[in-house]
Structures are given as structure tokens and as C-alpha cells.
């Protein structure tokens, strides 16, 4: 594993980056002067074809397994957590009880570490990588602690007709503390500071730095670049996550969580002609990580809808709440009681 400080990379311009399919993630973090410490994570969902996306709550005490054969993590849940599962498969994102959050986005240039034929490295399949973390840390620290001292492959299988899940990630605990994870060329690349607020989709993280710098060195006041591209959405996220009052309570970082999470969205029904790559918003979160509520809206839905996890239980014996949102038109505030019994999702190894 590589560990890269935050450096300024040569400057270059967007022009040569190719447009990607557009996922963005931000942090809100509230400053010293604020009588209450917020830490939310705001993520949109962005995507050619529609993902249905169902809510489960997993209490802890669930036994899980990366992959269904083979060398594999074998776990038991430490800590219960809410999940966005798409397709009923694979968990996109969540956040356990303890505060961490974990998100994963599109990235095209992701080349996953590959478990060679007899080796014996376990192998984490993409439908389960989020369930795994959120299941077993804490903090960011826990993580990286446990990426320090082990290995792994991954497995997926394609969705959509086809497409490839190409993914990087993002994770950000109680303190505000953020660790990103990418796979280069096989090898796994891990970003970590309060700083690493913004995450879209490519290029990678160290060459996103770079053209963030030269635009930083325009200034944003006067101009800010305006299209839906990945290192535009991170320019725009980056200059608004920045310039909005940080001394404020948790509504009112909520409301501007979301305005910069709308600022960043990409039009219903938008389409770039010749680009297909370039999607519509299908639905945006934001997970509250020390009042633990976890929020989501779909772009088609009249208001935003969230569940509560200070009102559940998620102690070993509970059982598994699944919230179908195949009919989500009248979902609006608190839908804990929406939540019904389910078995767990069947992951898509």
C-alpha cells in the first residue's frame, strides 16, 4: 500500500481528462468557533441507467463473508450499520453506529489488485467491501491500521448490461477525519486528513490535486469552471464546501451541505451529446455522522426522507430492517417505522 501526503502536483488543465460517470462526495466539518462539532458527508448518485436502491439496517452479531468460496475475509459484525443497496446486491454506501462512513464512486481508472491462480491472498468482493469496513472500525485510524498490516484482492462482477464497477472510496469518522482508497495499477493508494473534504470520480486523486492547485490559483470568486465533468463537480465542491459558515449548528450545516450537493448534481434528464458517460442524479445522501441520522433523496421525489439510528436497535439478535424504495412518493421525514423485517440482500459476487 502507497500512502501519499496531500503535495502539489505539476499543474495541468482538465482539458486532456476524459468525462466520467458523475458520483460526488463532500464534507461538511464545522469550525472551532461552533458550539455543537457537525461532521456530515453529502454524496450524490449519478448514473446512466437507473440503480434501484433499497435502505437496510444490519444490527451487529450478523456473520458475513467477502466472497462465496475461495480465500475470503470471514467476519462478524462488531457494529450495526444503515446501507444503500443497489440492485438489491451491492452496498454502495452506509454508516454504522459508531459515526464512520464509507462511500463508494465511479472510478474508470481503477485497476484492481488481482488474486493470481493458487494464491492464497483473501479476496473481497465489491459488493461486500463497504459492509466489511463498516462492520469491523470505528475511526479512520482503525482503518488504517488494519490496511497497513493486510492485503487483498478484489472480485466484481459487471452491472448495467455490462458496465465494469470501477470504484474508489471514501471514509470519514466522529472527528472529521477522511481516508480515501484507490487502486492503481493493482496497488491500493490511500489519501488521509481533515482536508480531504471533496472526492468526485477521475482522474486519481493525486492528479485531481493538481488541477484543483491551478484553479485555486484563478481564484473562485470571479469564476468557477461550470460543467458536469469530474474535476469541475470537485473545483465547484471544493471553492463552496469552503466559503459557507462553518460556526453553525447541525440544521443549518445540513441545508448547506445540501446546497452545495445540489450545486454539484447533474440535471435530471441532462445529456451531453456524445458522451452517454455523463448522467442524471438519480439520488443524493447525507449521513450526519455525529447525530447519526443518515438522509437521502431521490431527484424525483417532492422531499428528503431519513432514518434515524438512535431510535433502533441494532444489538446482536435484532433482526435485519429493510425500507423498499420502489414506490418512494410519500416518504418524507422520519421513516423509521417504514422499515419492516427482511431478510439480507443476496450479495452479486
Request: charged share 20%; proline share 5%; with cysteine.
Amino acid at each position: 500500500m502507497k500512502i501519499f501526503p496531500i503535495l502539489a502536483a505539476a499543474a495541468i488543465t482538465a482539458a486532456g481528462i476524459n468525462e466520467a460517470e458523475a458520483c460526488s462526495r463532500v464534507v461538511f466539518l464545522s469550525d472551532s468557533t461552533a458550539k455543537d462539532e457537525v461532521v456530515m458527508v453529502g454524496r450524490t448518485l449519478d448514473w446512466r441507467t437507473p440503480i434501484p436502491t433499497n435502505l437496510y439496517v444490519y444490527p451487529a452479531g450478523i456473520s458475513k463473508q467477502s466472497m462465496p468460496e475461495g480465500p475470503m475475509l470471514r467476519w462478524t459484525s462488531r457494529y450495526g450499520s444503515v446501507l444503500a443497496v443497489g440492485y438489491d446486491g451491492g452496498v454502495t454506501e452506509g454508516m454504522n453506529d459508531r459515526g464512520l462512513v464509507m462511500n463508494s464512486l465511479f472510478c474508470k481508472t481503477a485497476v484492481y489488485r488481482q488474486a493470481e491462480k493458487g494464491e492464497q491472498i483473501p479476496v473481497v468482493s465489491l459488493s461486500m467491501i463497504v459492509s466489511y469496513f463498516l462492520d469491523n472500525f470505528a475511526t479512520v485510524n482503525e482503518v488504517a491500521e488494519w490496511l497497513d498490516k493486510n492485503e487483498f484482492a478484489i472480485a466484481g462482477q459487471t452491472f448495467d448490461g455490462g458496465t465494469v464497477s470501477l470504484l474508489h472510496f471514501g471514509l470519514t469518522d466522529q472527528t472529521g477525519e477522511t481516508l480515501l482508497m484507490e487502486f492503481v495499477d493493482g496497488h491500493l493508494n490511500t489519501y488521509r486528513g481533515r482536508e480531504l473534504t471533496v472526492l468526485t470520480n477521475d482522474p486519481n486523486y493525486y492528479d485531481m490535486k493538481a488541477i484543483h492547485k491551478y484553479w485555486t490559483n484563478i481564484g473562485g470568486t470571479h469564476m468557477l469552471p461550470g460543467t458536469v465533468t469530474s474535476p469541475d463537480r470537485f473545483v465547484r465542491a471544493d471553492f463552496f464546501i469552503n466559503h459557507v459558515p462553518k460556526n453553525v449548528d447541525s440544521d443549518i450545516a445540513w441545508a448547506e451541505l445540501s446546497s452545495v450537493m445540489a450545486n454539484v448534481a447533474v440535471p435530471l434528464g441532462y445529456e451531453l451529446p456524445g458522451s452517454p458517460n455523463v448522467s442524471s442524479t438519480q439520488w443524493r445522501s447525507i449521513s450526519d455522522s455525529k447525530g447519526h441520522k443518515y438522509y437521502f433523496k431521490f431527484t424525483d421525489s417532492m422531499g428528503d426522507f431519513y432514518i434515524d439510528m438512535n431510535e433502533l436497535l441494532l444489538k446482536p439478535g435484532a433482526p435485519i430492517l429493510k425500507l423498499d424504495t420502489s414506490d418512494h412518493s410519500g416518504y418524507y421525514g422520519n421513516v423509521n417505522k417504514r422499515l419492516k423485517k427482511s431478510d439480507g440482500f443476496t450479495p452479486m459476487w
